[in-house]
Nanobody, 114 residues
Framework: QVQLVESGGGLVQPGGSLRLSCAAS????????MGWYRQAPGKQRELVAR???????KYADSVKGRFTISRDNAKNTVYLQMNSLKPEDTAVYYC????????WGRGTQVTVSS
């Protein structure tokens, strides 16, 4: 079993930055593919970025060049650095751990508004 706790969300103006963190516990973190997903009101949950156990990354086209996913296996934590934020980035952001079974955090709200 894996427990995931997200933090770092909040209200930011367009063009601003936020860094999300996801602390994992309960299993061997380094073996998991870790991902960030988001869900805006009335929309389906979508992949934002993910990073494999070997460090290979994948990004949604809408965030390429603006967001960076990284992981610190010593701290059992995955990060999402979000720069040049836009109003359309407003959503609840969820952390995901995947290895045969998928685990989810409860999410953290990100609101981009002036």
């Amino acid at each position: 079993q894996v427990q995931l706790v997200e933090s770092g969300g909040g209200l930011v103006q367009p063009g601003g930055s936020l860094r999300l963190s996801c602390a994992a516990s309960g299993s061997i973190f380094s073996l998991y593919t870790m991902g960030w997903y988001r869900q805006a009101p009335g929309k389906q949950r979508e992949l934002v970025a993910r990073i494999t156990s070997s460090g290979t990354t994948k990004y949604a086209d809408s965030v390429k060049g603006r967001f960076t996913i990284s992981r610190d296996n010593a701290k059992n934590t995955v990060y999402l650095q979000m720069n040049s934020l836009k109003p359309e980035d407003t959503a609840v952001y969820y952390c995901n751990a995947d290895r045969l079974t998928s685990w989810w955090g409860r999410g953290t709200q990100v609101t981009v508004s002036s």
